[in-house]
């Protein structure tokens, strides 16, 4: 599934970027357009992203400029560089500073879309249940709508965030299994920084929130260490019954 995929877009030119963001939210995208490098580095760390398109030459801040800083707090979001240089020096430096693609204007849509697909499809949960919803004690937990409802009445009683239902994607997957913090601040933030460590404590506190009046359900904090979601073994192997 590719719903919800949020695409960060820095592009000056005003025509060539709304070309852009046109072809990419036909393909189903919802796409973030900034026209100089200042401005989406202010997007990048107040919102939420799945792949960023950063145009080489902006005002302000220049996409190489960019997408290291990107890097500094992303080591896995994938970068894909567009610009009118099309030299090797320099899409190797678009290489070395951390970027994943590097396509020279103009460039096919419809071969950027096809690119898109495959960065996606890459960081994309590779066992998602096919109805996208998992089943934790007597809570079913929706991944696609980011909802949590209990089985008894089909009754949603939380909405998640996007980087809720990460981290609860994550736990249910090692769940009764002691998670290292590392570990989960790589899988869902792309970085291991202090400012990720204190935004995933705020998440696992609401979490925790959510599922306070569940029976068997806990979330267990071991200090510095790791996180473990604590399920009952009858109902842990109900987590991937869907897949079968």
Not at 94 to 117: A, C, N, Q, W
Not at 138 to 154: I, M
Request: one cysteine or more; charged letters at 30%.
């Amino acid at each position: 599934m590719e719903s919800n995929v949020q695409i960060l877009l820095a592009e000056d030119d005003y025509y060539y970027g709304n070309i852009i963001k046109k072809q990419l939210e036909t393909a189903g995208y919802t796409v973030t357009h900034c026209f100089d490098g200042e401005v989406a580095w202010k997007k990048f760390q107040r919102d939420d992203f799945d792949l960023c398109i950063l145009d080489v030459m902006m005002p302000k801040k220049d996409g190489f400029t960019l997408a290291q800083e990107i890097r500094k707090r992303n080591g896995m979001i994938p970068i894909i560089f567009i610009s009118s240089k099309g030299l090797d020096e320099d899409r190797l430096q678009g290489f070395r500073i951390g970027g994943d693609d590097y396509m020279v204007k103009p460039f096919s849509m419809r071969e950027l879309v096809m690119r898109i697909r495959v960065f996606i499809r890459r960081t994309l949960p590779k066992d998602l249940p096919s109805d996208g919803i998992y089943k934790i004690g007597h809570v079913r937990f929706n991944y696609e709508e980011k909802e949590l409802s209990r089985e008894s009445s089909d009754e949603v009683f939380a909405s998640l965030t996007k980087k809720e239902a990460k981290v609860l994607k994550y736990l249910v997957e090692n769940s009764n299994k002691l998670v290292k913090r590392d570990e989960i601040l790589l899988k869902v933030w792309g970085n291991s920084s202090f400012f990720s460590s204190r935004s995933m404590d705020v998440f696992i506190t609401r979490l925790r929130k959510h599922f306070k009046l569940e029976s068997g359900i806990e979330l267990e904090t071991l200090h510095n260490i790791g996180i473990r979601l604590n399920i009952p073994e009858e109902t842990e192997s109900n987590k991937g019954e869907n897949q079968q």
